[in-house]
């Protein structure tokens, strides 16, 4: 399936981030760094060029604030999605990955991220790639995305049109934007 062109944002780093905690549906604020790595982004959108382009972000405060950096004099009216929301982690939410290491050890036995599916009571990598699969057919032309980690990864998964499996294989980082275009990914900067 053919998406139109978009690029996406992952947010800025929060300081639950910095502690190894999964925040899922939870918030915690930009760090300093998270600000910074912001307004780069923005630094970047302003050299691609995006007016006229859509904003969408998730809802949840990191994003929606990474955003509002990112769209500073750019004369952006950014939407809120649900749908971009980052993938729920239901009981691991609050918890520190070595805590959740030390309990389900079996789960990191391999460098990958498979273990976000994993997560009890947690959303799963299928109901996520069906929500990401939802917003991608819903976009009419060109679109700033503003997202979270695991989320970014399942979305540039489905515009390749690699399988939702190969999400642990992609690139990722905090406040990175990516290009994507006719089933291509580049990471800007």
Do not use: K
Request: glycine share 14%; net charge neutral; with cysteine.
């Amino acid at each position: 399936m053919s998406f139109p062109e978009f690029l996406i944002l992952r947010h800025g780093e929060t300081e639950w981030n910095r502690e190894g905690r999964m925040q899922g549906g939870l918030d915690s604020v930009l760090t300093a760094a998270g600000q910074a790595q912001a307004r780069r982004q923005n630094a970047i959108l302003r050299a691609f060029g995006v007016a006229g382009w859509s904003w969408y972000a998730s809802p949840q405060g990191r994003a929606m604030n990474t955003a509002r950096i990112a769209a500073e004099g750019l004369e952006a009216e950014i939407l809120a999605d649900a749908r971009l929301r980052e993938i729920g982690v239901g009981g691991w939410t609050g918890m520190r990955r070595s805590e959740i290491a030390a309990r389900n050890p079996q789960l990191f036995e391999t460098d990958g991220l498979a273990w976000y599916d994993h997560a009890p009571g947690g959303e799963g990598l299928l109901a996520l790639a069906s929500r990401a699969n939802e917003f991608l057919r819903d976009l009419r032309g060109p679109a700033v995305l503003v997202t979270h980690g695991i989320t970014s990864r399942v979305i540039r998964c489905l515009a390749q049109g690699l399988p939702v499996e190969a999400f642990d294989t992609i690139g990722g980082g905090q406040g990175v934007v990516y290009h994507i275009r006719n089933g291509e990914s580049r990471l800007l900067s």
